[in-house]
């Protein structure tokens, strides 16, 4: 029991991607500012850190916690109907929070974001089902990166 307790509470990841499914005219980018606003406030309350990237049609996601709180937490965001095929590219306990310093925040990538040109060279068109889970990880950290020197110099 107590360890079903003690794992239950202790600090779990999990990566996924998914399809963004909005309909026709609809303002994708105030779509996901309106989900970052919920994700930030539900999220702060259970103790779950994270970062959403939306780029080409696609969301990935990071999410960490208590493993309760982030399975919870994934099993709401799997009944949106504002993406679909989502596909969990990773999950299990983690060392240490990598994303620690957002309830959640959204980044689109720019077309000026080297880095992050540099780390999806390798694919024709962005697709992270073919991401492993370390490259996925790496993407996401690399997006967090820029998130903070931009969110510093503004
Ligand atoms: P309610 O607000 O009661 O809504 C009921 C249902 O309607 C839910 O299925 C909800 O998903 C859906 N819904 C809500 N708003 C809309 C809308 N504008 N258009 C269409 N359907 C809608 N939530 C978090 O708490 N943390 C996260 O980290 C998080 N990440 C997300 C990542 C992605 C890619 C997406 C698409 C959503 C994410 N969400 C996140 C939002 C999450 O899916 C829920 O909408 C939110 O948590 C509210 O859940 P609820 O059960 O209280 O739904």
């Known amino acids: 029991m107590s360890e079903a307790i003690s794992s239950s509470r202790s600090l779990h990841r999990l990566l996924y991607s998914s399809r963004q499914k909005f309909g026709p005219g609809v303002d994708v980018d105030a779509e996901v500012e309106a989900i970052v606003l919920t994700s930030a406030l539900n999220n702060a309350l259970v103790g779950v850190t994270g970062l959403l990237l939306a780029h080409e049609g696609w969301f990935v996601q990071a999410l960490e916690g208590p493993a309760q709180a982030v399975?919870?937490?994934?099993?709401?965001?799997?009944?949106?109907?504002?993406?679909?095929?989502?596909?969990?590219?990773?999950?299990?306990?983690?060392?240490?929070?990598?994303?620690?310093?957002?309830?959640?925040?959204?980044?689109?990538?720019?077309?000026?974001?080297?880095?992050?040109?540099?780390?999806?060279?390798?694919?024709?068109?962005?697709?992270?089902?073919?991401?492993?889970?370390a490259a996925a990880l790496r993407l996401l950290k690399t997006v967090a990166g820029i998130k903070q020197r931009t969110t510093r110099v503004a």
Do not use: K
């Open 71 to 133: 399975m919870t937490t994934y099993q709401r965001i799997l009944n949106d109907p504002r993406h679909a095929d989502s596909r969990v590219l990773s999950a299990g306990p983690a060392e240490q929070r990598e994303f620690g310093d957002w309830d959640m925040c959204a980044r689109r990538i720019s077309a000026t974001d080297d880095a992050i040109l540099t780390t999806l060279a390798q694919r024709q068109a962005f697709d992270p089902t073919t991401l492993s889970a």
